[in-house]
């Protein structure tokens, strides 16, 4: 009997709380459904810029999209923006970027147009409704002390091997920098290759190529830090390998081939990157998605609009092991 009284007065409040909870509920809900889409701030698209400039560059390339408004629906695909003009100038003369329109980028070739070391260029875009304009110094240090290193291991299994590439390079002294690191190396290897239009299987040499430092740190800088060696993360690879292979040819015959692997070059360039170039690559790294670190926002130096025109300068070397 005392059991069933406590439990009578027990429920009373649970039963509160339960239509209360219920009530906070309905009412998150209604609010939601109250918001007004008028009322939400109008915010136009903007054009969005991303060009590079150097002058070890062949060809200048900048690519034009139109940035989409918060709020609204999404569309994830880029907006590119087909009928602007777009002008490269210094103080003295100027060229015309094409658009592309297979590549969907504006183009130009660098042999009318001279980028040089040291020089300030001013990039202007304008689609007819929008004018955005940017300025970047070509940075006049070049590092002149670099070194790359191939180092080559047994995988551990089978005839399997490892190459690992490290590279270094000497601060330039004297005034602050900003570096950024990219490379590439090429693989090859014979193997049986079928011609659909006669019917032939041949011996076919083919070449693989490969960027490096695509996930690693992007940029660097020299603050506190004048004339140090810097050091790139190691990148390691799998070498394709050795192995003999059996095909039969266009007249049902056995053949064998021996697939020759190689590991033909190593490229790696170490790029004295200007302050924007930095700062937007500083930037994007900050908003990696890691759920630890509060978003910021990108970096822009595109006056009226989004995005970025960045120089660079750039050295570099190759080996051939």
Same mark, same amino acid.
């Given at each position: ?8 007065? %027990? ?5 509160? $709380? ?33 060009? +590079? ?7 200048? *390339? @900048? ?25 490269? @100038? ?10 592309? /329109? ?11 147009? !001279? ?28 590092? !002149? ?40 190396? =090429?693989?090859? *290897? ?11 299987? %041949? ?6 190529? #490969?960027?490096?430092?695509?996930? #690693?740190?992007?940029? #660097?800088? /020299? ?14 690879? #799998? ?8 095909? $039969? /040819? ?5 053949? %064998? ?19 924007? +170039? +930095? ?8 908003? /990696?998605?890691?759920?630890?670190? *509060?978003?910021?926002?990108? +970096?822009?130096?595109? *006056? ?13 070397? =190759?080996?051939?092991?």
């Amino acid at each position: 009997m005392c059991f069933t009284k406590t439990t009578k007065y %027990t429920c009373k409040p649970v039963l509160f $709380l339960l239509l209360l909870c219920m009530g906070l509920l309905c009412g998150c809900e209604s609010l939601v459904n109250d918001l007004d889409q008028d009322k939400l701030p109008k915010v136009e698209a903007k054009l969005a810029v991303s060009c +590079y400039i150097s002058p070890q560059t062949p060809r200048f *390339e @900048a690519i034009i999209t139109e940035s989409q408004p918060l709020f609204g629906p999404a569309n994830y695909n880029p907006v590119f923006v087909e009928n602007a003009e777009v002008i490269l @100038a210094d103080d003295v003369s100027q060229v015309r970027l094409i658009f592309d /329109d297979s590549l969907k980028h504006y183009a130009a070739d660098s042999s009318a147009f !001279k980028i040089v070391a040291g020089k300030t260029y001013t990039l202007t875009v304008n689609d007819g409704k929008r004018i955005v304009k940017a300025k970047c110094t070509v940075p006049f240090n070049a590092v !002149k002390v670099m070194d790359l290193n191939i180092e080559k291991a047994w995988a551990g299994y089978g005839t399997d091997s490892l190459a690992s590439f490290r590279f270094s390079w000497e601060d330039v002294k004297g005034q602050s920098n900003f570096y950024a690191v990219r490379g590439a190396y =090429t693989l090859e *290897e014979t193997v049986p290759r079928f011609y659909p239009e006669t019917g032939d299987i %041949t011996p076919f040499r083919y070449t693989y190529r #490969y960027d490096m430092y695509s996930y #690693y740190r992007a940029v #660097y800088n /020299d603050i506190n830090l004048d004339g140090i060696k810097f050091n790139a993360p190691a990148h390691v690879i #799998y070498s394709i390998p050795r192995r003999i292979i059996s095909y $039969l /040819d266009k007249k049902g015959v056995e053949r %064998t081939l021996d697939n020759d692997p190689r590991l033909r070059d190593v490229r790696v360039e170490v790029m004295c990157i200007d302050e924007h +170039y +930095y700062k937007f690559k500083r930037s994007l790294e900050n908003n /990696d998605d890691n759920p630890f670190v *509060e978003p910021t926002l990108v +970096y822009t130096n595109i *006056e009226g609009g989004l995005g970025i025109f960045a120089s660079f300068n750039a050295v570099g070397k =190759t080996v051939n092991p």
